[in-house]
């Protein structure tokens, strides 16, 4: 709120009268913000890392030459370039793609990198490196594609070996369209690991409580597909089917907790009532999906 006081003593005097009362500035205060927000991102970015290291069969040999599209990678592209380091042809695609934000990423892939070389120091750098040089990451050794996965515009078909993401297909705002489109550009025999995270996303405590609401709507904009759509996984794992993908796996891997469950159950809506507490109980889990030959 700008008071009479903000609006008489310039910015500069303020900034002043600050130092000299030793209070930090705004730009000390901003700095702060950003180095703790920097501090949880870079082990998140190296967990994700990890996680996709695990689940990709033959990593990290297989990824040489591997062609993969990676969606939704969210706030900075970490992952990705650890993979294209391997060798892998790395495209990503994200509905609301992150621009190169000058005050954070320089900072936090630094810091990202300093992190790799103590706790990892075998995953290789070039293609972060890379990008830390350009100043740049929407480019270089990275594809990128400003777009939903419903439409992967240009994208030609059967493109890529392998598809991977975290936490995405829960903000898709229209699944089957999506999942076709995931299937066209997928290469016959070409596999896809997703991790889906189910929870209602206003409250992770009460992860189903938008099952309970008839008029759950979601509109196609930030605020409303960040809330995540209601699918339940069985029905995920049905429309992948019907897409024409086989389900290799689906391992869930957590639950809702048996005495929310019952509380749940008495309040969902039509559309839910008739599923079996084991439709309702996995609330994340990861698929483990193929295009047949
Ligand atoms: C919860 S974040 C996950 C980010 C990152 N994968 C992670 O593990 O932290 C969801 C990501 O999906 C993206 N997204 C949302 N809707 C999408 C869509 N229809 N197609 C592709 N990406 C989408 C968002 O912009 C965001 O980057």
Redesign the pocket.
Known sequence: MRTLFHMLVPFRLRQWGRRLLGLPTVEEIAAARTAAVIQAAVPYAMQ?TRVYLSWIPGAPQSLARMRMLE????RDFTPALILAGYGADVTL????LEPWIPDYHPAFYQAVRAAIRRRHPDWPLPALDEVIARSEHGRGPLRTLHC???QLAGVPDQSFDLTI????FE???DVPQ?LRELYRVTKPGGIGCHQVDFRDHRDFARPLEFLCEADYLRRVDRDS?DQGNNLRPHEMGQLLLETGFQVEEFACNLSADPAYLADVRPRLADRFRHFADEQLQPVSGRFLIRRPH
């Open positions: 994700v969606l939704g990678p969210g695609a994200d509905l609301y939903g996965l419903e993401s975290n936490a995405v903000h898709l705002y999506a597909t």
